[in-house]
T-cell receptor, first 112, second 113 residues
Framework: DVKVTQSSRYLVKRTGEKVFLECVQD?????MFWYRQDPGLGLRLIYF???????EKGDIPEGYSVSREKKERFSLILESASTNQTSMYLC???????????FGQGTRLTVV | QKEVEQNSGPLSVPEGAIASLNCTYS??????FFWYRQYSGKSPELIMF????GDKEDGRFTAQLNKASQYVSLLIRDSQPSDSATYLC?????????????FGKGTKLTVNP
């Protein structure tokens, strides 16, 4: 079975902090994605990566950056956390271009 | 037009009925389509994928794809209370290896015993 693991289930950070959310997959997938999910807004794509060191902006990249130094790991970085970044963050990975994506368990981030 | 749109719901059906969930997409070049189920507080889990026009059946679930109409649907036969969840339609958009997975906002389904 594919396993996608996010580093934290719950996280509380202060406004202005730099926050790292880590995601690791064990299936040698090329594609990895970061989403945030908010009530009424659905899943919105922040960034995605289709190869090591390659990244592309999704629909809401402002205030975020990503890093993919190794194939199995995709990190989401909140440069200076703000309260409007309080959300559920979901990481996903998929194999070949048309394949289905598998999700991690999610990180519920609260910025106070 | 949003890339992926779902009927907003919520949708409520009695146990044993057929639940019908619909989705339209804007990118005519899309080739891969997915239905995910998400229980409250949990991550989305894949139910079905479909790549070709027509119907694809898996147990009580049937996915239908019509590329000419840019329309995907999910039918759940003999609905059970355990099917109560939010159903997310997803479409792979883009080409050349850098395809992104775009989701609709989801339809909340309640199956009443």
């Amino acid at each position: 079975d594919v396993k996608v693991t996010q580093s934290s289930r719950y996280l509380v950070k202060r406004t202005g902090e730099k926050v790292f959310l880590e995601c690791v997959q064990d299936m040698d997938h090329e594609n990895m994605f970061w989403y945030r999910q908010d009530p009424g807004l659905g899943l919105r794509l922040i960034y995605f990566s289709y190869d090591v060191k390659m990244k592309e902006k999704g629909d809401i990249p402002e205030g975020y950056s990503v890093s993919r130094e190794k194939k199995e790991r995709f990190s989401l970085i909140l440069e200076s956390a703000s309260t409007n970044q309080t959300s559920m963050y979901l990481c996903a990975s998929s194999g070949w271009a048309g394949a289905e994506a598998f999700f991690g368990q999610g990180t519920r981030l609260t910025v106070v | 037009q949003k890339e992926v749109e779902q009927n907003s719901g919520p949708l409520s059906v009695p146990e044993g009925a057929i639940a019908s969930l619909n989705c339209t997409y804007s990118d005519r070049g899309s080739q891969s389509f997915f239905w995910y189920r998400q229980y409250s507080g949990k991550s989305p889990e894949l139910i079905m994928f479909i790549y070709s026009n027509g119907d694809k059946e898996d147990g009580r679930f049937t996915a239908q794809l019509n590329k000419a109409s840019q329309y995907v649907s999910l039918l759940i036969r003999d609905s059970q209370p355990s099917d109560s969840a939010t159903y997310l339609c997803a479409v792979k958009v883009g080409q050349g290896g850098s395809e992104k997975l775009v989701f609709g906002k989801g339809t909340k389904l309640t199956v009443n015993p």
